[in-house]
Structures are given as C-alpha cells and as structure tokens.
C-alpha cells in the first residue's frame, strides 16, 4: 500500500520529431534512473509528433460539409475537415463547440486534433491512431534504453461535461491496471463497496499534469509509489476508459 | 514554477463524529508540519460527518415519486426520496442510474449521497451544502491549529459521460486558484494558447485520491508543490467549476 507519491516533471528531453523514439528519450533523459514500479506519463502531443501523426492546414481542402459547420461554429474549415475525418460521430455541434466521437472511440472536442504546441502556425497533432500501442512501444524502448520497465500512459487534455476547465485523462496504457476495483470489497467499517471503481490512469494523468507548466516543454513525468497498480503484463489499456455506447446516457 | 510534487496521505485520524473540528484533527495529526503553500485534500465523507449531514435510511418514508423512481431503477426507495430531496433537477434515470443536478448545483450520480464508509447499515452521507464554505472554515481551523494556512480542497468520486469509472473532484476548495488559465499566454513554441484552462482542483483531488486506499480511513492527504496555484485570499472556490446550464450541451 502507498501512502506517499511523488510526481517529477522530466527535463531536458528534445524537441521530438517524426521517428525519434520517446522511450529512448525518456530513458536518456532521467538522470536517477527509472525503476519497475514507476509510472511514465508522456504527453500524446510527443507520440503524435514521434509518430507523424501531424498535419499542414496548409494542405487541407475543407468539403463542403466541413465548410458548412465552420462556419456554423466560427472555427477554420480546414480544421474542422481535418476533425471530421477523424470522427465516428459527431456527438454536438453548438455554439462554437465540436464534440465527436473519435475512430479510437474517445469521445472528445475536435477529435483531440490540437494546435498548441506546435511548430509552424499551420500545424497541428492529430491524436496517436491507437495510444494503447504507442504506450507499450514506449515502455519497450524505455526497458532498451535503461533495463527499467515502468508503466507508460499517455494522456491528453480532455474538457468534460458539466464542469469548466480541463484535466488530463489517460488515452493509452501499458503495465499500469487502468481501474482500481473496489466492488465486492468492504470499505473500514465492513461494509461492501458497491459501486467504487476508481479511474487509476485517469488520475495518474491529471497528477502528471499538475508537475508540469504548459510552456515548459515537459511532456514527460515520472509518478512514483503507484507500484501497487503497475503490472508486468501490458494489460487492457486505456480502452477499457472507453464506457461502452449501450452503457452510456450521455451521446 | 513547481517539477515535483509530493502527495503524502495522513494517517491517525480519529472516526469523525459531528462538531467535531476537521481542520483541527488534521493540524493535530501532522507530523512534519504544514506549510503555507501546501493543499490539504480532504474527503467529502469526514466533512459531510463532521457537520452532521447525515441520514438514518430507517428514518426516511419514500414518495409516491420516489417509490416510482426506485422500482424502475431497481434502487432501495428510501435512498431515491434522499436523493430527490437534494436534487435540483432531474438529468438522467435511466438502467439503474440515477444523475441530478443538486441544489448546490453538482451533477453528479445519486445527488452525491453516499453509503460507503458510513457507521451503521442504514446510515448515509449527504454532500456538504456549501462545500467551499466547508473548506473555508477547515482552512481556518487548521490555521488556529497550528499557525499554518495551507490550501483546502474538499474532494468526493465522480463519475463521468462516456468514461468508466471515477476520479475524485473538488466540491469545495479555499486558498486553492480552481484554475491555471493559460489563455492569451504562449507556448513553447511562442503560439497563443487558445482554449487550455486546467482545472487544477479537480486534479489536485485526483491525485489525492491515489494516495490512499478507499479502506484505509486516510481521508486527508497533503499535496506539497503547488504554490503557485495557492492564494492568500478564499478565492472563487470549486464553484467556479460548475459550468452554467447555458454553456452546457449535455443536460
């Protein structure tokens, strides 16, 4: 059991372009080593850039559906043709705001397609096709660079319903049990846990993010003390996150 | 600017009981100390305890509406007619799930009412009324405590649209910035950031939560390394984080 944690922003990685490997950075770039029991936490904005998922609005014809939306919300149309083909369904369009539910199946504003960040005023990170596998390529190139094999997650900065503001959420894993699972199991007075399943690489996300400034070019933080939740099996990922539509009240 | 955060969960607190001072018992249960510019993270639960907000269901005789409401729901009715009398409104009842938005003005399952880690079979908590008041007044029982006026976050578990499971949030929160509003500054890469507001309190409470195991009576734990986002003054509280019903696309 842990009742301490620590969250370390990591410094000194570089810019990441198209093909650097992430892992072999981060595993460069610690300097007091990384251990089994740890957790990585890599922002998608690097996965995306290491794994060419960016693009030029510059070389985007927004169609004529996307046209019409942009202008219905007042956002660039070459964007919103870039979101749309990164939908499955667009959840709302209203008042300036586009939620979509993504092909990976998140469902998010502009399909996670991001512009902060970025080098070039035209570019823009599209979200990694499937972070489940950029985490545990990450955690393969770690465990090559530095014989650690810590848990990976990368997160993204999602907006929620009902509540202002942003936080980071995990939309890949590997090695970490993205759900801590208390039902069945009794609470301190003997009473059974019936409903506490607690989103783990969703606050591991978020904890990530308070050690890091958003123009400091931290995309990666260790979290430690978490060893309870890291397993050596690459798990179920972050899709698990992903509540089915047939259970969901909200789309 | 703060790369390492500690998250430490307090041990020794005593059962809470209503009247008694929580920000005292957390002041007296410290053992290095509190700083100015610590968050202190405390669970709903102990403060709802605390001030008396809670409910014996042997003592509630359910409604004609909350009768209805639980045999659809397949929920014990005495709860339902809890529930209703703290919502405000009604946002889903559906597949056994019931979210309302509370008078307070949370959308939340069960209008927050709370059956775990509660003495009794029959006993529940409430959310506080005004949570932000709440920790407000904890903050200044830990001052009067021990000199000390570290941030106060007052966190209860979610859950969410279209994700499983829960991450805990703030309610309530005093001395705590809600927000790290980086709109109109720039990024790394010198490009204005347009739409990044991170809800700091929500994760603060998040990253509390994964200090401490939901059976092991730790309902406070201190988060070291934010200052920046801790203020002298009260501040607007976790009321800032409720989005209004005209900026909200999902009730």
New interface residues.
């Given amino acids: 059991?842990?009742?301490?944690?620590?969250?370390?922003?990591l410094?000194g990685l570089p810019e990441i372009e198209e093909g650097m490997s992430v892992g072999g950075l981060v595993a460069a770039a610690v300097e007091d080593g990384l251990r089994d029991d740890d957790v990585v936490v890599v922002s998608h904005k690097v996965v995306s850039k290491a794994e060419g998922r960016l693009r030029d609005l510059g070389t985007v014809t927004p169609g004529e559906r996307a046209s019409a939306l942009a202008a219905e919300l007042g956002k660039d149309a070459r964007l919103v043709e870039l979101i749309l083909a990164e939908a499955r369904s667009v959840i709302?369009a209203?008042?300036g705001?586009l939620?979509v539910e993504t092909h990976g199946g998140?469902?998010c504003?502009n399909a996670g397609v991001d512009?902060?960040?970025?080098?070039g005023?035209d570019a823009v990170a599209l979200l990694p096709e499937d972070a489940d596998a950029s985490a545990a390529r990450i955690r393969g190139e770690i465990a090559a660079g530095c014989g650690s094999s810590p848990a990976v997650v990368v997160a993204d900065?999602f907006s929620?319903?009902?509540?202002?503001?942003?936080?980071?959420?995990a939309i890949g894993c590997a090695g970490l049990a993205?759900?801590?699972d208390?039902r069945g199991?009794?609470?301190?007075?003997g009473?059974e846990?019936?409903?506490?399943?607690?989103?783990?690489a969703?606050?591991?996300a978020?904890?990530a993010?308070?050690?890091?400034?958003?123009?400091?070019?931290?995309p990666a933080v260790i979290?430690r003390?978490?060893g309870r939740h890291v397993t050596r099996e690459r798990g179920p990922g972050a899709a698990?996150?992903?509540?089915a539509e047939t259970?969901?009240?909200?789309?």
Wanted: proline share 2%; glycine share 4%; aromatic share 6%.
């Fill in positions: 059991m842990s009742n301490r944690l620590e969250v370390i922003a410094a709302r209203e008042r705001v939620i998140w469902i504003a512009a902060s960040n970025m080098p005023d900065s929620r319903a009902w509540r202002v503001g942003q936080v980071d959420v993205p759900f801590d208390w199991r009794r609470d301190a007075t009473r846990l019936t409903a506490t399943v607690v989103a783990v969703d606050e591991v978020g904890a993010d308070l050690a890091r400034e958003k123009d400091a070019g931290a979290v003390g978490l698990a996150l992903r509540r259970d969901d009240l909200f789309r």
